[in-house]
Every structure is written in C-alpha cells, then in structure tokens.
C-alpha cells in the first residue's frame, strides 16, 4: 500500500513537471514515504532521515526534505521540531494535497504540515506513476475499522472508506489499454468492500466488473480478512476466469485466547472451516498468512496452538513478525508482555517449521503445467523469470521478447521460495 501511495505522490509530481532524480544527492526534493506498523520500520525511517540531514546544507544543498506515510501521521508538526531537517508533513489521506503543499512552502518559506485528512480523498482521482507496465496496484479502499488490539492501522490511515466502484473500474479499464497483464487490487480489509457506498457493490461484484476489463488477465487482491471473507468471494474465485487462485488470509495465532485478545473476532476452528471452504472450492489455492509471534499473554501452549496451525493448514507461504509495542494501541495495556529472547526464539521456531512446509508445498508442483506471466530477465544469467497463478515464482530458460506474455511453464525443481522449470512447446 505505502508503495502504491509513492506512485500516486509520483503521480502528482510529474503532472507538475517533476522528474525523477537519479540520487538523493541530486534531487531539487526528496520525499520518505514511512510506515510505522512495527518499530522495525520506524527506526529504519530515522536512521535514513539522519543520513539526509547530513547532506543538507553541504555545498549550498537546499533539498526540501519531506516525510509522508504514517509516521508523518503519527508525529505530525512533533517530527518539525524534533527533526529541524524537515520541510514538509504530509499524512496518508492528504497526498492530493502534495502540489499545494510545496506552492505553499515555496510561498510562505516556511515548513508546512497536512495530516489533516481529506474527508474526499477516496473520490478523488490521483495520477499515479507507474513504471512496472505489466502489473498495477489498485486501491479500492482506504483505512481500517477493526481495530485489533496490536496494529496503529486505524488510527493512522482513519476508517475503512470504499472507493466508488466506476472510478475502479475505469482505473482498471486504462491499465488494460496502456498493456498492463494483472492487477492488484489493494485494501486493508477488500472483503468488506462497498460500506457507505452510493453505488451499491460487494467485492465480489467488484471482482466481477474488473475483471471484465480488455487486456487484463490476472486479478488478485490483498488483504482479506478471515472473518469476512464470505461464500460469495469463495465462489467468485472459483467462478472468475481472471481472478487468480491465490490469497492472502493472515491469521495471526492459533490459539483461540490470544485471538480474542487480539480483537480478531475469529476462532482457530472458523479459520479452519474457511480454508476448508476454500480448498473444496478451489483445490490447488495457494495460501498466505502473516502471523505474529510473542503476543502480550502468549503463553508457550497457546506459542505450541499457532505451530500445530501452521502443520495442519499447511501454507505456501507466510510471514511472520515479533510483536511490537505501538502507540495508541490497546495491547500496550495487556499483562504479560514477553521478553525479547522468548519473542525471537518463537520467531526462529516458526519461520523453520515453515520452511520445510515452503518447500513440501513448492515440490508438489514439479511435473505440473504452470501458466506463468512473464516478467523478464531472471538475476540467474540466462534466465527468465515469472509467476504462476498461484503467485509463486518460476525460473526457465527462454527469449526476453516474452516478456508480458502468458506461457506454460513445466515446473522441474522445487526451493522454498521458488520454483525452476521449461517452456512448453
Ligand atoms: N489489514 C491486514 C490484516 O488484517 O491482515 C494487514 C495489516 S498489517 C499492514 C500487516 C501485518 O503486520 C499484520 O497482518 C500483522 O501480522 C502485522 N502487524 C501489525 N501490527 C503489528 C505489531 N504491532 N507487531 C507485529 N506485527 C504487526
Ligand atoms: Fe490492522 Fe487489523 Fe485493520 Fe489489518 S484488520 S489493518 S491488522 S486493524
């Protein structure tokens, strides 16, 4: 999401007459689009924003630093006094707002700040600039109203807003016709696509409208939530040619108190239940799941529940975080906070098991036929690099002049995080 939010901010600089500079060194403005979900992420924000600083100033640099994201949310005009290096504020909700901004500083000579929020940022339509020409995030909605007691989503990004269906559709329609192959289609939660709409849709009739776009040939979506996601989506994917038989369904824990405790308003048996739906539907699903690690409370039985999860659903793939502290949020205030030697050796536990059912996963595929979208040259000299439908990663020999093009792969050999193979002829 933050990645797609660079190409809009992108998007809005070059329909001002901006182009990309080769090097921070070089550029008239550099702009950090940050995330706050883990500390992790904060700290990296910080260490490169120091780096920046340093290079203010040297030789007459008069680089206009400027921080967007969520940690520009999250701090606001604190980062201006904290951070004398920085120029200009701008909140997730209020990029629109970017040429305005830099009118405003260049006007006032001063540093400005908007994190505001743009009660319309969801109608509106902002440029993005996109440079992949093969395959396009779209976001159809924006914010969260779960609040699940871990994450600073809802209140950095606001609450969930659905972006009209004929703005999606007609975004869609254009990739199509500019050749782009796949899209994304991006939200916090796309199962509960369409609240507070005029134009009345679900996601699955989203599904179905995009799909229907000339030149498009793969959809795919993240993120669903488990608790939403309903037997009509099951059915869309099972029944839309275009919409790939991939998802990503982060669970969490698998242990059912410290999913309550989470605010995930799931079961470890509903999950189950859907993914057993899931896969009766559609057989070959490849499934994804983020799961964190040294929850407030997580005691090493309910640590012993996620594992037996992960054996029993049996995930391509998956990814896995410590837990953070992150402000606002309601878990800060639950007993039981685990040191950090218990969070890593629950972390490295977790990612070995999956591992081995990472590469179980990718074997079953060796001798299969495999549409893949080619996306180019491979790093492995020589190569091609793509990937299925399922989203997993194939390398073959073959021509560059394919890229774009959908081709049958047959799958060879098997890594945990790839799969090789040969064209089929
Ligand atoms: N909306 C999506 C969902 O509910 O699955 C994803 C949101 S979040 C950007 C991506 C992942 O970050 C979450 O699924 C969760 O595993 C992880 N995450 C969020 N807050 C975290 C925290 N405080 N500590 C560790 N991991 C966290
Ligand atoms: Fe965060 Fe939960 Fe919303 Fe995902 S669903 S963004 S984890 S609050």
């Known amino acids: 999401m933050n990645e797609h939010d660079s190409e809009r901010m992108a998007g809005i600089l070059e329909s001002q007459g901006f ?44 680089v206009t630093i400027a921080v967007a994201g969520c940690i520009a949310q999250q701090e606001g005009e604190k980062l201006l006094s904290r951070t004398p290096s920085v120029d200009m504020v701008i909140g997730p909700s209020d990029i629109a707002r970017l040429s305005a901004m830099i009118e405003k500083k260049r006007d006032l000579g001063r540093p400005v700040v908007e994190t505001g929020g743009d009660p319309e940022y969801h109608r509106r339509l902002v440029p993005a600039s996109r440079t992949d020409g093969l395959k396009a995030w779209v976001s159809i909605m924006y914010g969260c109203d779960n609040f699940c007691t871990y994450c600073v989503v809802p209140y950095l990004r606001g609450r969930e807003r659905s972006r009209p269906p004929r703005d999606i559709v007609a975004e869609v329609r ?4 500019q050749g782009y192959r796949e ?8 199962n509960s696509y369409g609240k507070g709409l005029q134009e009345p849709c679900t996601f699955p009739e989203l599904l179905r409208r995009v799909q229907d776009a000339d030149g498009i040939e ?16 099951i059915d869309a994917i099972r029944d839309l040619t275009k919409v790939c038989e991939s998802i990503h369904l982060p669970v969490q824990s698998g242990a059912d108190r410290v999913l309550a405790s989470m605010n995930r308003r ?16 559609v057989p070959d699903m490849v499934i994804t799941t983020d799961i964190i690690v040294g929850f407030p409370g997580e005691t090493a039985d309910d640590f012993a529940c996620t594992l037996r999860l992960l054996q029993e659903v049996e995930y391509d793939n998956i990814f896995a975080f ?18 950090e030697e218990v969070k890593e050796e629950r972390l490295a536990q977790v990612l070995e098991l999956q591992k081995g059912i990472s590469l179980r996963k990718n074997e079953h595929h060796i001798g299969s036929v495999q549409e893949v979208l080619v996306e180019g040259a491979s790093k492995k000299g020589g190569m091609l690099t793509g ?3 399922g989203n997993k990663s194939v390398n073959f020999p073959g021509p560059v002049h394919l890229r774009g093009s959908l081709v049958n792969v047959r799958i060879i050999a098997a890594g945990p995080n790839s799969l090789s193979g040969e064209l089929c002829v």
Do not use: W
């Open 218 to 233: 793969r959809v795919r979506f993240v993120t669903s939530h488990p608790r939403d996601l309903s037997d009509a989506l």
């Open 174 to 177: 254009v990739l199509g016709e």
């Open 19 to 62: 182009v990309p500079a080769a090097s921070a060194e070089d550029a008239e403005m550099v702009i950090l689009n940050t995330c706050s979900i883990r500390d992790k992420a904060e700290q990296k924000f910080y260490s490169e924003l120091g780096r920046l600083a340093h290079l203010k100033g040297r030789g007459g640099n008069k």
């Open 266 to 281: 799931y079961t470890s048996a509903e999950y189950r239940d859907k993914v057993q739906k899931l896969r009766k539907a």
């Open 322 to 339: 410590k837990y953070s502290k992150r402000t606002h949020t309601k878990a800060l205030g639950i007993p039981g906070h685990l040191a």
């Open 387 to 389: 990937r299925t439908r």
């Open 183 to 190: 899209i994304t289609l991006l939200g916090q939660n796309v």
